[in-house]
């Protein structure tokens, strides 16, 4: 069993998570592609959008104390961020949804396996953790 963690040590464990999420999407992206198999691809999907939901969820704990249960509790959270203008700008709740729809819907759920619009979208998620990240960075400070 695991001991209790503190709120600092879920966030660290939420952005972990998150990175090693994108790294089996990105190999299991690349091993699908060169082998031809789809259903790779799409659960490769499945995982950039899994690190998208763990470092959103780092995030919201930093930022409002609390992990949401839900994507419609994470998406009005977001929104409630969002009021404050530095947070707006980013667009957290904008981003998040996008990557809902195209990795979590699309791909993984519709099987659309676009190759091309999948690595942009694994790019994007990527740039999502870093953002995130360097969010947090600043409220560390």
Same mark, same amino acid.
């Given at each position: ?17 998150a990175? #090693?999420?994108? !790294?089996?999407?990105? /190999?299991?992206? %690349?091993? *699908?592609? &060169?082998?031809?198999?789809?259903? @790779?691809? $799409? ?35 977001? #929104?409630?961020? !969002?009021?404050d203008? /530095?947070?707006? %700008?980013? *667009?957290? &709740?904008?981003?998040?949804?996008? @990557?809902? $729809? ?23 998620t ?16």
């Amino acid at each position: 069993m695991v001991a209790a963690l503190n709120a600092e040590e879920r966030i660290k464990m939420y952005l972990e998570d998150a990175k #090693r999420f994108l !790294e089996e999407a990105l /190999r299991e992206f %690349e091993e *699908g592609v &060169r082998s031809g198999d789809v259903i @790779r691809i $799409r659960d490769a999907a499945e995982k950039a959008w899994n690190s998208i939901v763990q470092s959103t969820n780092a995030l919201l704990l930093k930022l409002v104390g609390k992990v949401p249960s839900s994507h419609w509790e994470k998406r009005r959270l977001l #929104r409630e961020i !969002e009021k404050d203008p /530095r947070m707006a %700008e980013l *667009g957290f &709740r904008d981003k998040y949804a996008a @990557r809902e $729809r195209y990795l979590h819907e699309l791909v993984f759920y519709e099987g659309i396996v676009d190759v091309e619009d999948i690595k942009f979208e694994l790019e994007k998620t990527h740039k999502y953790i870093e953002e995130v990240e360097k969010i947090l960075r600043e409220l560390y400070r």
